[in-house]
């Protein structure tokens, strides 16, 4: 083999390999004197060289959309939430409450936990509405109504809804939806109206049972977040008699009315969630 | 304060409140450095006219509930912002429980011609020389119509999984506006002084005006329908119990025996819709 500047200097004719290299489609030769790397790129080069390739069947995506991982996780933590509540269903009277609710998060999305409401808390709590005043000054009726003090439940969540929302298309914001039951117990009390006069009621306590409710969060940070929630809390209530014993009105068994009624206390409840610990790590699968 | 004017206060107060609670931190390095949250985003509003078809009710009503059959029409300026229209008519009213304990039990005082000078119930019970009289369910207040304009803000978008297996578009809206609406009251009367007629309880209609706002969702099935379902409410003076209820101001003497403009009360008016959405054109873009 002899080369000249010549040569050197032209490249190999268009469609003609270069001078030691294979032609194009055929694989190559074996490189001689028993050299592993040398087969080896033989052997790959015959695997890489179809003779025709394929048309891909669908474009290539461009870009790699990469998965954001959830925002603020739950499993294993602390949800203490303050928030002020109002009863929706009672045109008579109006139970604002303070409540506090605090739930231990068992997984990612059940929960277990309990919250309170507090009725009585001075002035504001439990309101006669301006309906109850007009039906017995304009048609000269009563209407039995009662009191609540106190209020609590156990209760177990589960969160079947996450999501993000994206706000005027620049930021993210996560959110998420729960639902929610439980049991507890009201601590209530009829207003004596009918015969105020000879007629007083201690506090007597009403067992809840199902209280199903719908709630729904959107996370400030990793461990905050505002919720609201709409919460059906159903018992027995015991109310005033409409009846008046004339011969011994002051007889307390003459007082309530017979049997119970069922009452559905819907309760809309506004507020802050904190979770503890603050963060949390994330384990990525080896 | 009353229960409405409690509802309808706490409702002002949630929709002051930041509909989002705050941002993502961006990431300042790695490969989404300076990228822009979302890309080809689907614009269901931008552009478009949306019609909507949606039967409303009424709730928390002291006396009648209201069924409501209307439509909205609304043009999106913007994929956040959006005027329209909206137009109800009273199809249906039902009196709630109160309204029958009233009528079943309120103030008879039979042999005295007491009834007949009641302004506020002069019915008697309905029974024996009361049998055939009006009663008390006919001289309620009534929502015979509303229409009203409204601009809309929808500031956030997302997605929303139903059971992890159907997917839906969805943005999240609030709304003001004002509202013309057509009511059915008792028509303004005295008390009788003629000891052997009733009250009149004659009915009349008039329009007033009322601000108008609310908040809702849209849920987008498909490129031109989608679903709707909002609260409105609607603030304004009116007697719905057509009773005698003027005057408690310093001064004043209650009653007046008498029923007028005065005898109205503030409510909030408080309503529920679920609607069907129609887009136009029934492509929408997608955001680069």
Redesign the interface.
């Known amino acids: 083999m002899t080369f000249s500047t010549d040569e050197a200097q032209q490249p190999p004719a268009e469609g003609q390999p270069a001078e030691g290299e294979p032609a194009e489609g055929q694989p190559a030769e074996p490189a001689p004197g028993g050299d592993v790397l040398g087969e080896l790129a033989a052997q790959q080069q015959q695997t890489a060289a179809p003779e025709e390739r394929r048309a891909p069947r669908r474009a290539l995506r461009e870009e790699?959309v990469?998965v954001q991982q959830i925002?603020a996780l739950r499993k294993g933590r602390v949800e203490i939430a303050p928030s002020f509540g109002?009863?929706?269903n009672?045109?008579f009277v109006?139970h604002?409450a303070l409540a506090l609710a605090l739930n231990y998060y068992v997984t990612e999305v059940l929960a277990i936990g309990a919250n309170i409401l507090w009725f009585d808390y001075g002035p504001a709590g439990n309101?006669t509405?301006?309906?109850n005043f007009?039906?017995g000054r304009?048609?000269?009726?009563v209407i039995p109504i009662t009191e609540y003090q106190i209020a609590a439940s156990l209760n177990f969540s589960y969160v079947?809804?996450y999501?993000?929302?994206?706000?005027?298309?620049?930021?993210?914001?996560?959110w998420d939806a729960y639902v929610l039951g439980g049991v507890g117990a009201f601590r209530t009390r009829p207003v004596p109206v009918v015969d105020p006069d000879n007629r007083s009621f201690d506090w007597g306590l009403r067992i809840s049972v199902v209280n199903p409710g719908i709630g729904f969060r959107?996370?400030?940070?990793r461990f905050?977040?505002?919720f609201?929630e709409l919460r059906d809390y159903i018992f027995l209530e015991k109310f005033e008699s409409l009846e008046i014993n004339g011969d011994d009105p002051r007889d307390p068994d003459t007082w309530l009315a017979d049997g119970s009624t069922l009452v559905n206390n819907v309760m809309?409840n506004?507020g802050l969630t904190i979770f503890f610990p603050f963060t949390f790590d994330y384990r990525l699968p080896k | 304060m009353g229960s409405q004017t409690r509802n309808g206060l706490l409702a002002l107060a949630l929709l002051a409140l930041p509909s989002a609670a705050g941002a993502q931190e961006v990431q300042l390095t790695g490969p989404l450095a300076g990228a822009p949250a979302i890309k080809r985003l689907v614009l269901h509003r931008a552009g478009r006219l949306h019609l909507t078809v949606m039967p409303t009710f009424t709730f928390g009503d002291e006396y009648v509930r209201h069924l409501l059959a209307g439509a909205r029409v609304e043009y999106n300026l913007l994929d956040f912002l959006a005027i329209g229209l909206w137009g109800s008519y009273g199809v249906y009213t039902v009196e709630n429980g109160l309204s029958d304990e009233v009528q079943n039990k309120a103030y008879a005082n039979e042999g005295s011609q007491d009834y007949n000078q009641n302004l506020n119930f002069p019915y008697g019970d309905n029974s024996g020389d009361f049998y055939g009289r009006p009663r008390f369910p006919d001289q309620l207040g009534r929502i015979q119509w509303v229409g009203g304009a409204q601009l809309t803000l929808a500031p956030l978008r997302g997605k929303v999984g139903l059971v992890g297996k159907a997917f839906v578009d969805v943005d999240v809206f609030g709304f003001v506006g004002a509202a013309a609406v057509g009511v059915q009251e008792r028509a303004n009367t005295e008390r009788p002084t003629n000891e052997d007629n009733p009250a009149s309880i004659a009915t009349a209609s008039r329009t007033t005006f009322a601000p108008m706002f609310g908040a809702g969702i849209n849920m987008y099935f498909n490129n031109f329908i989608g679903m709707t379902m909002e609260y409105r409410a609607l603030p304004f003076s009116w007697n719905r119990s057509g009773t005698d209820e003027c005057c408690t101001d310093e001064g004043e003497a209650f009653p007046d025996h008498k029923i007028d403009d005065q005898d109205r009360q503030l409510s909030f008016n408080q309503m529920f819709s679920v609607g069907v959405i129609f887009a136009l054109p029934t492509t929408p873009t997608i955001d680069e």
């Open positions: 790699v990469a925002y109002i009863s929706m009672d045109p109006s604002p309101l509405t301006d309906t007009q039906v304009s048609f000269r009726l079947p809804l999501g993000k929302f994206a706000l005027f298309r620049e930021f993210i914001v996560h959107v996370y400030s940070s905050a977040s505002i609201i809309f506004a």
